[in-house]
């Protein structure tokens, strides 16, 4: 692990403290079991500990800590599989806020998004597949302002949202990069349906029929909005690398307890040659994969010329690391790891979704090769 500052030591352990006492996976099982993904009062107690203002800068109500911060939150919350807006809202739609918004913007939204009743989700993906740099959802001129048509699929957080931020294609080509335009777009001027996924999360499917909006909702500049799009989705997949990362250690941490505690023929089956040659090369495994999370946080906080490389680098190690992680937690458990009892098949789940956010580990490494001249 990086040397922390005594300030992120201190939110990391209360993160621990409190992932562990009010959002552990018994939680979300819950959650899950009564057909829901949204806790208000979970909700409410992340905001009370200012989680949601990390990356708001402190004239607009936040603190202003780093992405390594809340990287160290968005860890612990991946080894109990806490449901909540956060990541969403407070990670990616801030960062995007940050980045690109006006100081219009920023004043009316992100004081809202540090007190959680401003609740932000980011629009990108159309197709099964994430395909940033084409856009086919249009936003066309109608007077001074705007009128969208196109549906944008998978969009975290879309059933909660109070605001989305939606690609758009205001000129060019389809499979053009150049020609997007980031809007901001209310949520009740969309239509969303749920998009059940494996690991029972909230996505939404929205389609934009008509849907008009002022020229207040550009954040940046029209025509020039796909740098700010990639800027803002490295910015997410390193935060997705850092929530597997916490999956994976979880998930690593209940196969070593299992491998310490269940006995076979007399021994406890970590005493086992193979399985603990397994168990080493598992645990070398998590650290790279933990380097490479922290390398990608460090980078955008430090504003690094390779940050881009680095954050591809970060979704497609770790996310290689939990595919492997989630199957031997599967498999190193036998047959009771099969079973809805255990919690297993929720990090099994949740590793396969988050393997695909924003990009799963084939587009990432053939992004990263590409970046480095190849």
Request: with cysteine; aromatic share 8%.
């Given at each position: 692990?990086?040397?922390?500052?005594?300030?992120?030591?201190?939110?990391?352990?209360?993160?621990?403290?409190?992932?562990?006492?009010?959002?552990?996976?018994?939680?979300?099982?819950?959650?899950?079991?009564?057909?829901?993904?949204?806790?208000?009062?979970?909700?409410?107690?992340?905001?009370?500990?200012?989680?949601?203002?990390?990356?708001?800068?402190?004239?607009?109500?936040?603190?202003?800590?780093?992405?390594?911060?809340?990287?160290?939150?968005?860890?612990?919350?991946?080894?109990?599989?806490?449901?909540?807006?956060?990541?969403?809202?407070?990670?990616?739609?801030?960062?995007?806020?940050?980045?690109?918004?006006?100081?219009?913007?920023?004043?009316?939204?992100?004081?809202?998004?540090?007190?959680?009743?401003?609740?932000?989700?980011?629009?990108?993906?159309?197709?099964?597949?994430?395909?940033?740099?084409?856009?086919?959802?249009?936003?066309?001129?109608?007077?001074?302002?705007?009128?969208?048509?196109?549906?944008?699929?998978?969009?975290?957080?879309?059933?909660?949202?109070?605001?989305?931020?939606?690609?758009?294609?205001?000129?060019?080509?389809?499979?053009?990069?150049?020609?997007?335009?980031?809007?901001?777009?209310?949520?009740?001027?969309?239509?969303?349906?749920?998009?059940?996924?494996?690991?029972?999360r909230n996505y939404a499917q929205i389609t934009l029929d008509g849907?008009?909006?002022?020229?207040?909702?550009?954040?940046?500049?029209?025509?020039?909005?796909?740098?700010?799009?990639?800027?803002?989705?490295?910015?997410?997949?390193?935060?997705?690398?850092?929530?597997?990362?916490?999956?994976?250690?979880?998930?690593?941490?209940?196969?070593?307890?299992?491998?310490?505690?269940?006995?076979?023929?007399?021994?406890?089956?970590?005493?086992?040659q193979a399985l603990g040659h397994r168990a080493a090369e598992l645990?070398?495994?998590?650290?790279?994969?933990?380097?490479?999370?922290?390398?990608?946080?460090?980078?955008?906080?430090?504003?690094?010329?390779?940050t881009a490389e680095l954050c591809s680098l970060s979704k497609a190690?770790?996310?290689?690391?939990?595919?492997?992680?989630?199957?031997?937690?599967?498999?190193?458990?036998?047959?009771?790891?099969?079973?809805?009892?255990?919690?297993?098949?929720?990090?099994?789940?949740?590793?396969?979704?988050?393997?695909?956010?924003?990009?799963?580990?084939?587009?990432?490494?053939?992004?990263?090769?590409?970046?480095?001249?190849?």
């Amino acid at each position: 692990m990086a040397a922390l500052t005594e300030e992120q030591s201190i939110l990391r352990d209360q993160a621990k403290s409190w992932v562990s006492d009010k959002g552990p996976v018994e939680t979300f099982r819950k959650l899950r079991d009564a057909g829901q993904s949204f806790d208000p009062n979970l909700w409410a107690s992340m905001v009370e500990m200012g989680w949601t203002g990390i990356l708001v800068p402190e004239q607009y109500g936040g603190s202003d800590l780093g992405y390594l911060t809340f990287g160290l939150v968005l860890e612990e919350m991946g080894r109990q599989l806490t449901p909540s807006p956060l990541f969403a809202s407070a990670y990616v739609g801030a960062s995007a806020l940050v980045l690109g918004g006006s100081e219009e913007q920023k004043t009316a939204l992100l004081p809202k998004v540090v007190d959680g009743s401003e609740i932000l989700a980011l629009a990108v993906d159309e197709a099964p597949r994430h395909r940033p740099e084409s856009a086919i959802t249009r936003a066309k001129k109608n007077g001074a302002g705007f009128t969208l048509s196109g549906t944008k699929s998978f969009v975290q957080e879309g059933m909660t949202a109070t605001t989305f931020i939606v690609s758009a294609r205001t000129g060019g080509a389809e499979t053009d990069p150049d020609g997007q335009t980031l809007l901001l777009v209310p949520a009740a001027e969309v239509q969303r349906t749920p998009m059940p996924m494996m690991d029972g999360r909230n996505y939404a499917q929205i389609t934009l029929d008509g849907t008009t909006v002022g020229p207040e909702a550009i954040i940046g500049n029209q025509d020039q909005g796909y740098t700010l799009v990639e800027t803002v989705l490295d910015r997410a997949r390193a935060g997705v690398g850092a929530e597997m990362l916490g999956t994976s250690a979880q998930a690593f941490d209940m196969t070593l307890d299992y491998l310490k505690t269940r006995e076979q023929f007399g021994k406890v089956i970590g005493s086992f040659q193979a399985l603990g040659h397994r168990a080493a090369e598992l645990f070398g495994g998590l650290e790279l994969a933990r380097s490479c999370a922290e390398a990608a946080l460090q980078a955008i906080d430090e504003g690094a010329d390779n940050t881009a490389e680095l954050c591809s680098l970060s979704k497609a190690k770790v996310g290689d690391f939990l595919h492997e992680m989630s199957n031997q937690l599967i498999q190193i458990h036998g047959g009771i790891g099969m079973t809805d009892e255990f919690d297993a098949g929720f990090y099994l789940k949740r590793a396969r979704v988050l393997e695909a956010l924003y990009g799963n580990q084939a587009y990432h490494r053939d992004r990263y090769a590409k970046l480095r001249g190849f």
